[in-house]
């Protein structure tokens, strides 16, 4: 998490796209609050594991949407 929460802080994204389900989502999640505001990475978890503060401001919005995708799965023979 903490690698992707550089790569785009280096490359300045505007978003953050989660693909898949509540992890993937959550990760997002967490990478948009610390490229919003820079701290330390434990700062905004609850203690005893950070320090438990609140966020200071507005993240990005997040846009959760459901897509459904048509798949086609290819087999070798």
Do not use: H, Q, W
């Not at 846009?63 to 023979?77: F, I, Y």
């Amino acid at each position: 998490m903490i690698s992707g929460i550089n790569f785009c802080k280096d490359l300045n994204f505007d978003i953050v796209v989660g693909l898949g389900s509540g992890s993937s989502i959550d990760t997002a999640k967490v990478i948009n609050l610390y490229t919003t505001f820079e701290a330390d990475f434990y700062t905004y978890f609850t203690s005893p594991i950070g320090l438990g503060k609140e966020v200071p401001g507005r993240l990005k919005p997040p846009s959760p949407r459901p897509l459904e995708l048509e798949v086609k799965l290819l087999g070798l023979l």
